[in-house]
């Protein structure tokens, strides 16, 4: 593209911009065409959009400084300038030749895209072109270039921040949705109330305390919501008017819209505060306290009752003192009492048995023959003489052993003997007894068994005890003694065994205790005084074993004696036992 025509070189004013002088202004010379071309020239210069005028073949006729900055290049011009120069010349061309195919109106505008020569920026102008008919030059095209590279880039980040307004405006909607889903989640009420006290936002629980329903209450209703925005509306105006605190506490009370209930709540209020230190709004939540009022009130009355419990504890701990002083005091005296009810017994029983021993030892002598021959009347007189003195001899040894016992002075002497021997031995002793009666009495003792080592005459009163007892309280049927051997728990047993009257749950609980029998009664069929179980036991608790019972009422009985095989006990005292 060829550099611009200076305007002082066009001939005769024939140029686009040639000007007619005025009449009587035309000198031989020229000198005033000269001017007013030099004029025009320069206010065309003093624009600072680039001004072009070409011919229909995009030749550049004419341009102004702006101009020719974008589309000229001179000898001495770099290579970059030159190519960004001649670009611009194709650009302007393209975009001229496009003009002139669309057979637009005389005038049109587009957009042209440029390159700055000095920095290689991109520019880009709107370009106005408009096409001058000459009679001697032809078509001239007019342009003028204004820079919009500013108002594109203005458009540009008009665009950008509108779209960045919809996604923050998209985004904010998105976070009042969350947040509105977040509060109206939580189960106590929350309000946001602008710097004038107006309420912004609130959940549904708080909806419910705040908002009136229609049709749903009535007067009693709306008064309560009325009552409720009062008396928020005054904390929240304590709230402004506290200070610089940002966060406040207060309790007072609400009203239930639809029940009327009387609401205690605690609020806890927090100030959101700008960058530039003004409070923006205020965030409170309200907490029900009737759960918390209840269960103060309930504490009051549970430490009321646990002082009066404390005070009854004081009286009764200290009557338990009292009483536990007058039982050790009566256990004293029971001690004492025993003791000397012990010693009585014992003396008692030497006194009765020295003078039972000596009838006992007349009246056999009687019987013998020893005075002579009695008569048969006479004989049978001692002969019942006899039999009550054993038997009030018996009872005395009875007594004297439970005292014995009692006072610790039982001793126990162990020695080692066969078990089955001893059975054999109680069997002889009790053969008068079991000829009297109609039962069929049987033992059995093993072939083998490891000798027991015990106090013997104390296990064979047992057993004879036992035995004996078996033989009264069973009038028709069996009698069975059995020893055995458990190697297992290492114990030996003699167990005795009627099918007599038995013994019930009731009476089994009390026959080991002293002086007890099944039958109480002053017409009982069996004698006794209710000693030899008593005794029994404690003989066998002295050795280190016990006796078991096994009875049910009118089935029979089984008493068995369990003694370890080598344990031996010294002699002691041995509480009165109690049946199981």
Not at 187 to 202: E, S
Not at 373 to 399: C, F, I, T, Y
């Amino acid at each position: 593209m060829t550099r611009a025509v200076p305007l002082e070189t066009e001939a005769r004013g024939t140029g686009p911009w040639a000007v007619s002088p005025p009449a009587g202004a035309r000198g031989a010379d020229g000198a005033a065409p000269r001017r007013e071309r030099a004029l025009l020239d320069s206010i065309i210069n003093t624009f600072p959009d680039p001004i072009l005028v070409t011919n229909t073949e995009g030749r550049l006729l004419l341009a102004n400084a702006r101009a020719e900055s974008l589309f000229a290049a001179g000898e001495g011009d770099s290579e970059g300038r030159r190519r960004a120069v001649a670009l611009n010349n194709m650009l302007l061309s393209a975009a001229l030749s496009q003009w002139a195919l669309g057979g637009g109106p005389s005038s049109a505008r587009l957009e042209l895209p440029l390159v700055d020569p000095t920095d290689g920026s991109d520019l880009l102008f709107e370009l106005l072109g408009a096409a001058l008919d000459d009679r001697r030059e032809g078509t001239r095209v007019v342009s003028i270039l204004r820079n919009i590279t500013d108002l594109r880039r203005a458009t540009e980040q008009v665009e950008e921040n509108y779209r960045r307004l919809r996604i923050a405006e998209a985004n904010v909607r998105a976070e009042r949705d969350r947040l509105d889903l977040v509060i109206d989640s939580v189960a106590d009420p929350i309000l946001v109330t602008d710097p004038a006290g107006n309420l912004m936002l609130m959940n549904a629980p708080a909806d419910r305390l705040f908002t009136a329903t229609a049709g749903e209450g009535g007067e009693e209703s709306e008064r309560a919501v009325r009552a409720n925005d009062a008396s928020f509306s005054t904390f929240v105006a304590t709230v402004f008017l506290g200070g610089d605190e940002n966060r406040v506490r207060d309790e007072f009370t609400l009203s239930d819209p639809r029940s009327g209930r009387a609401i205690p709540v605690e609020a806890v209020c927090g100030k959101i505060v700008s960058e530039h230190g003004d409070v923006t709004a205020v965030v409170t939540i309200l907490h029900d306290r009737t759960e918390a009022v209840e269960k103060s009130l309930l504490y009051d009355q549970v430490k009321r009752a646990s002082a009066e419990l404390q005070e009854k504890v004081r009286e009764a701990t200290a009557e338990l003192v009292r009483q536990n002083e007058l039982l050790r005091r009566q256990h004293i005296e029971l001690e004492q009492a025993s003791l000397a009810k012990s010693q009585f017994l014992a003396n008692m029983s030497h006194e009765f048995r020295t003078p039972l021993n000596a009838i006992l030892g007349y009246t056999g002598m009687l019987l013998q023959g020893v005075s002579g021959p009695l008569g048969k009347r006479p004989e049978r007189n001692l002969q019942r003489v006899e039999s009550n003195a054993r038997h009030l001899l018996a009872v005395m040894n009875d007594v004297l052993d439970i005292s014995r016992i009692e006072a610790g002075r039982m001793p126990v002497h162990p020695s080692t003997f066969d078990l089955g021997e001893l059975v054999g031995e109680v069997m002889a002793e009790v053969e008068p007894l079991i000829a009297r009666t109609s039962l069929e009495v049987s033992s059995v003792v093993p072939g083998r068994m490891p000798r027991l080592r015990s106090d013997r005459p104390k296990v064979k009163q047992i057993v004879l005890n036992l035995l004996t007892n078996a033989l009264k309280f069973t009038p028709q049927g069996s009698v069975r003694v059995a020893a055995m051997y458990a190697p297992d728990r290492d114990v030996l047993a003699v167990e005795v065994t009627d099918t007599g009257i038995g013994i019930d749950d009731d009476d089994a609980k009390r026959i080991f205790d002293d002086f007890q029998q099944v039958d109480d009664s002053a017409t009982r069929a069996v004698g006794g005084v209710g000693l030899g179980l008593s005794i029994s036991r404690r003989l066998a608790r002295m050795l280190g074993g016990e006796i078991m019972l096994r009875s049910r009422k009118g089935k029979g009985s089984s008493f068995a004696l369990r003694l370890p095989r080598r344990a031996a006990r010294r002699a002691g005292a041995v509480p009165a036992a109690k049946a199981p």
